[in-house]
């Protein structure tokens, strides 16, 4: 079974518009954190958010806050105000207290959803 | 200065080559990775550096070969790669402080391309 399951590959959105970007995982570890980065065509990866399984209020960063809805194990990302820049690919990742091995805790990567916003 | 500097951006090499892929950060941290990352695709973990010892190795072909020569630098030895190694690969890194929320930074990879 996936851990981080990303249903939506591409997404669309109108430039200002707000937008969704669904994320689930699965996990039986009752300590795990989950991230989201952005990855432009450029290739690196930005760190964009986080939230700890024990937070008792949803994460935000500027545009970005996330949807946290634990008992559905569900981790989604909602960018306000979309601007052009935002086009990218965006990555869920998960990283579980099992998961800690050499000295860090190893993140699962979901599939990734491209967004594109239109101007 | 949160930067991970790659070098090269981009680089082409044949089957029989060797390179070396370069990565370098100066923010003090002390866990360094490589990962690997086909085409629409998340990123694969290759290795993971601590204290600049190698602490995980995920069953990658010897064709490649980590190095980390001190706390701000870390290799990708390449040789004898196959056309399939063709990917873009990306070095992070973040502090060894085992806090799960502990951000890594990415580097913007290097394209490579074995021909």
């Known amino acids: 079974a996936q851990k981080i399951t990303q249903t939506q590959p591409g997404m669309f959105v109108q430039e200002k518009e707000a937008v969704t970007l669904d994320c689930t995982y699965d996990t039986s570890d009752p300590s795990y954190g989950l991230f989201w980065y952005k990855q432009p065509s450029s290739g690196e990866m930005i760190f964009l958010i986080y939230?700890?399984?024990?937070?008792?209020q949803n994460a935000t960063e500027g545009r970005y806050s996330l949807n946290f809805q634990k008992a559905r194990k569900s981790a989604n990302l909602v960018i306000s105000a979309s601007q052009l820049g935002d086009s990218a690919m965006y990555f869920c990742a998960m990283r579980e207290g099992s998961s800690f091995s050499g000295g860090s805790y190893i993140p699962t990567f979901g599939r990734g959803t491209s967004l594109i916003v239109h101007p | 200065d949160t930067e991970v500097t790659q070098t090269p951006k981009h680089l082409v090499m044949g089957m029989t080559n060797k390179k070396s892929l370069k990565c370098e950060q100066h923010?003090?941290?002390?866990?360094m990775y490589w990962y690997k990352q086909k085409a629409k695709k998340p990123p694969e973990l290759m290795f993971v550096?601590?204290?600049?010892?190698?602490?995980i190795n995920e069953s990658v072909p010897s064709r490649f070969s980590p190095e980390c020569p001190n706390s701000s630098l870390l290799n990708l030895h390449l040789h004898a790669l196959q056309p399939e190694d063709s990917a873009l690969y990306l070095c992070?890194?973040?502090?060894?402080?085992?806090?799960?929320?502990?951000?890594?930074?990415f580097g913007q990879g290097t394209r490579l391309t074995v021909v």
């Open positions: 550096y601590s204290y600049e010892k190698l602490s």
């Open positions: 939230q700890g399984s024990y937070d008792q």
């Open positions: 923010m003090g941290h002390r866990a």
């Open positions: 992070a890194s973040s502090q060894a402080t085992g806090n799960m929320n502990t951000e890594a930074f």
